[in-house]
């Protein structure tokens, strides 16, 4: 389990390091937490031609800083970070709630939020929470800085429509509903989802549910919205009919993987049941 | 039940002597860091291999290339299966499986692979990297076969056959034991309940994967081996074979080892590798194994196929057990083999006279099967207290009636089971009803059936279990073929600072023999427990012995520790009383650091100046030999049959499968306990182990493609502190009658239980739904299908 040979790149400037993955022409790799690539390394399961490590830009990656209604975090913000920031608590609870999902204390020491999205796992759970709380990439290349919205980032399993050359530089946040509710089932102790369930959305005074969003991990080969389920709720209040019918058209969008954590079938017969539990939840006010 | 409950011996004769919950010795070097383990001795010049596997489960070998690997710089040697078979010979078994004929392989596959992992080529070269790139660079041409990884499956006429060279099927032996007129009585029974158990295919993961350092020294004729094992001179011995050496000339070293768990019961490949090369090279050679190569190239465990059947009369009394099993050996054979323990203890703790029992095994393309703690235990008691709980439905009973009226009696012991098993002594029943007690189980019972209000469904589950510990004797073992003792063997020798060194072949492995032996040393002669130095593992240095399996280290060493005790303490004191002017030892007693006479307190004689007047022969009685050091080897008599109980209670989530283990109880008799403390940490090692088998782990084979789809620890569910429930402990101490101090094994005991409690407690929890669980492990995955299938039959019927 030893890599095979890379060149090593320690960039002292985003800008270099954007430099850096451009002349590598797609074959480098970002190295931030590592709590992903290094095993892949080990497992020479990834080859790349360099390895660019972007540990030294705390300074332009690290910082968490509101404005206005929004909140944007920096790519190589740790989970730990997340977990203890009082601003991410205030702001953004459901962010700081999920990191005690993630790996155990070491991996969330080192792990950092742009990896974990740049890395794109169907079952992690931050690329989960940026795609219900509605998050926005913010990626940088050669030609300048652009903006993606997370409901356009994943294409698929470990993969997403960052270029090559392109360096994921900060999650951007709009304001978050006020409630919350998170769920996740693994075959271990934090081991990978086999199903994670989200919900979000504010309650009104009248007991009417808005700006409500449903997503899924671990059910398809990306973190996906319920968008039919969230459409049946939104504007509604939630009696148990509603939140059963809400929860069956949440498995329009599933499409389990067959895998050693699981079958499809048990995953298909999850979905429904889960995202109804979590809805039931969030309506008799148990948040997160 | 609290008089045979184990007090805790604060006032044993000796502090830290038998009984007392002394300090791990091991503990200080360990938790600073200064602990030494394989991969931590660094020799000078050193030079590391990396191994090239066949990443088929069978294939033929065409052509091997190795001229771009030998190209690269850094690369030293590369061996092929050619160069082995030319070198060595084939490796040999310790524990060959009995009517089995021998399937020899070299350290290298020659013409044919025959599972996911075998060594192909082997390479050294200045690092480890250097070497796994070199690795990839050595083209092999394979021409894959077909392959089978199902164990019944290997069975069927139309499966390839893996050794035709040897066999004509994939069935490498059928082992046959019983007792009495089973059929008879099956056929007399009015009940008879019967079906297939599956038990999953797990691995021990020692957290120090297999490792070793070799070093030849032409001149000197000595290769020198620094070894992960649990049995160094059983190392010795295979190395000699498979090398053509003599056995003077190896060494085998075994330091801290980080884990065993019966995995490291011998050579493998690799060993035999890193000594060739390092004999051609004349410059030590490293190789530690890494994870991937330690899921694929370390022996697996447990797979097996159990059809397991029961005759009763009305009333739930039982009349005869069978249980046809078929073991998966995997591709070949390993240092011990499939479990064959599932015989001995298939009948359990109950009085059942008439029996049968039939080990089959089958060879498969998957990786080799060798002995892990439990060793068929936890596999058959799954197969035999399911059963036991469907026999209990059948006639009307509550299981634990159903036990405590089948449940052999103190008087009824020593019992010969149809199994071949010699129960010594014991008190079963007293264990199940600790259990019983703690969990409140009348309680559990009047509370009902209905959900809670969370939807749950609560169910309690029991088993109760006998464990073979230690070896009947070298004749038992020599009529299987056992190409080892059942004795241990010890030796202690005084120094000059008035301690005392005590050497054995046991290496160290989390099994705190160091502590423990020490122990009972103490106990014996009265020396302070600390003034104890033990060294383990060198071959060079300790005497030739067994090895830590079986759970026989105390069952054996502790006659051997005591009788060398005794003679060193008895020259001691012959020497003491001749230097305190005295007649005789009458009186004369070791107290720690001294020798002391109790009617004289005055008069006492520092240990250190007895001993030295021994080393150096001064001052020591007139005939007398000078020298004071002492070897004992001890066989007992019997093995030692430990026993206990378990009970889980659950809460079964209905709509999911899932479940909560709110209570797991376990209670279990190891005899006179040398170390309590060290008892539990067993125990409670051993369940954290049985619950991964019990609830998540499964190592998997493609049926398409044969490869294993599990093998990183990313897929291997093994738990964490955080998966296994809290487990509470109770204990009982009834003395074995066969075995010095009364001791009785203990480091497997935990591993037997968790299966069969959880899933008697989940089938309980669903009894209403009909479920009837066969398969580890219980996943809630398999409960929900279970459920489906249960309301699909009540459906359709």
Partial sequence: MKPAPFDYIRPATVAQAVDALDQHAGMARVLAGGQSLVPMLGMRLMRPSALIDINGLEDELGRIECSGSETTVGALVRYATLERSPVISERLPLLAHVVRYIGDRQVRNRGTLGGAVAQSDPTGEMGLVCLALGASVLARGSGGERTIPIEQFFEGSYANVLEPEELLVALRFPLAPSRCRFFERGRKHNDFALISVVAVGSEDADGRWHDVRIALGGINDRPVLAPAAAARLEGARWDAAAIEEAAQLALEVADPPDDVRASADYRRHLVPVHVRRVLTDLAAGEDR | ?797
């Avoid at chain 2, 894959?144 to 050794?163: K, M, R, W």
Wanted: with cysteine; aromatic share 6%; proline share 7%.
């Fill in chain 2, 1 to 797: 039940m609290s008089e045979t409950t184990i007090e805790r011996d604060r006032t044993a004769q000796r502090p830290n002597g038998i009984g007392a919950d002394a300090p791990r010795k091991e503990d200080d070097r360990l938790l600073r860091g200064d602990g030494r383990f394989t991969d931590d001795v660094d020799p000078a010049r050193a030079l590391h291999m990396a191994v090239g596997r066949c990443p088929f489960p069978h294939a033929r070998i065409l052509a091997v290339d190795v001229s771009a690997a030998s190209e690269l710089e850094g690369v030293r040697q590369i061996l092929v299966g050619a160069d082995v078979a030319r070198r060595s010979e084939p490796i040999s078994v310790l524990r060959p499986v009995p009517g089995a004929p021998p399937l020899p392989f070299y350290a290298l596959a020659q013409d044919v692979a025959v599972f996911e992992g075998q060594p192909i080529v082997s390479v050294v070269a200045t690092s480890r990297a250097i070497a796994e790139d070199a690795v990839e660079l050595i083209e092999i041409d394979y021409d894959p076969l077909p392959h089978v990884s199902d164990t019944i499956g290997a069975l069927e006429p139309d499966a390839p056959v893996l050794h035709p060279g040897v066999l004509s099927s994939n069935l490498l032996a059928t082992n046959p034991q019983g007792a009495g007129e089973p059929e008879e009585r099956m056929a007399q029974a009015d009940v008879v309940v019967e079906d297939r158990f599956h038990i999953n295919r797990v691995t021990g993961l020692p957290m120090e994967t297999r490792a070793i350092v070799a070093q030849w020294r032409p001149g000197a004729r000595e290769l020198t081996v620094h070894h992960s094992t649990q049995v160094p001179h059983l190392v010795r011995k295979q190395l000699a074979e498979s090398l053509r050496m003599v056995e003077g000339e190896i060494r085998v070293i075994a330091g801290d080892v980080g884990g065993g768990f019966g995995l490291k019961l011998g050579v493998y490949p690799e060993d035999v590798l890193a000594c060739l090369h390092a004999i051609d090279l004349r410059q030590p050679v490293k190789w530690v194994e890494d994870r991937l190569e330690h899921f694929r190239a370390t022996t697996h465990a447990r797979e097996s196929v159990h059809d397991f059947r029961i005759g009763a009369t009305a009333d739930g009394r039982i009349l005869a057990m069978t249980n046809t099993y078929t073991t998966d050996l995997g591709g070949l054979n390993s240092p011990f083999g499939s479990a064959q323990l599932s015989t001995i203890v298939f009948t359990g703790p109950y009085k059942v006279e008439d029996g049968y029992v039939e080990r089959r095994v089958a060879i498969t393309n998957k990786t080799p099967i060798g002995a892990y703690r439990g060793y068929g235990q936890p596999e058959v008691n799954f197969a035999r207290e399911r059963l036991i709980d469907r026999l209990a439905r059948r006639v009307g009973k509550d299981p634990l009636e159903l036990r405590r009226q089948n449940m052999l009696r103190p008087e009824d012991l020593p019992f010969r089971n149809p199994g071949g098993g010699l129960y010594d002594s014991g008190d079963y029943l007293a264990t199940l009803e600790l259990v019983v007690d703690a969990v409140d189980y009348d309680g559990l019972r009047r509370a009902g059936r209905g959900p809670r209000p969370d939807g749950r469904l609560v169910g309690v589950g029991l088993t109760s279990f006998v464990e073979r510990t230690g070896y009947a004797s070298a004749k038992f073992l020599a009529n299987r073929g056992s190409q080892f003792g059942a004795h241990e063997s010890v030796t202690l020798r005084a120094n000059r600072s008035g301690g005392i060194d005590l050497y054995t072949g046991t290496p160290t492995f989390g099994q705190s023999s160091e502590t423990a032996f020490a122990q009972v040393c103490a106990s014996v002669i009265g020396i302070d427990f600390h003034a104890i130095r033990v060294h383990a593992g060198d071959t060079g240095a300790t005497p030739l012995n067994t090895g830590a399996f079986a759970s026989r280290t105390m069952i054996a060493a502790a006659g051997a520790l005591k009788q060398a005790s005794e003679r060193l303490r008895d020259k001691a004191l012959r020497i003491a009383a001749w230097r305190l002017e005295r007649d005789g030892v009458e009186g004369l007693a070791i107290d720690g650091d001294v020798v002391r006479d109790p009617d004289d307190p005055g008069r006492s004689i520092a240990l250190a100046e007895v001993f030295t007047a021994a080393i150096i022969g001064q001052g020591i009685p007139i005939g007398e030999e000078p020298g004071l050091e002492a070897t004992a080897h001890f066989e007992p008599e019997e093995a030692a049959y430990a026993f206990g109980s378990a009970a889980a209670v659950v809460a079964v989530d209905p709509e999911t499968g899932d479940f909560a283990i709110e209570r797991f109880v376990m209670s279990h008799d190891c005899g006179v306990a040398v170390n309590p403390l060290l008892v539990e940490g067993q125990v409670q090692g051993a369940l954290a182990q049985g619950f991964g088998a019990a609830l998540s782990e499964d190592l998997t084979y493609d049926p398409d493609t044969g490869q294993l789809v599990n093998g990183t620890m990313l897929d291997y569910f093994v738990p964490t502190a955080a998966d296994i429930p809290e487990v509470e402990l109770h204990h009982t101490a009834v003395p074995s009658p066969v075995t010095t101090f009364g001791v009785r094994g203990v480091g497997e005991i935990g591993t037997i239980p968790p299966g069969a409690a959880i899933a008697n407690a989940v089938c309980d929890a669903l009894a209403g739904e009909g479920v009837e669980l066969t398969a580890l492990p219980v996943t809630p995955e398999r409960v929900w299908r279970a459920l489906q299938q249960a309301r699909n039959r009540s459906e359709t019927s």
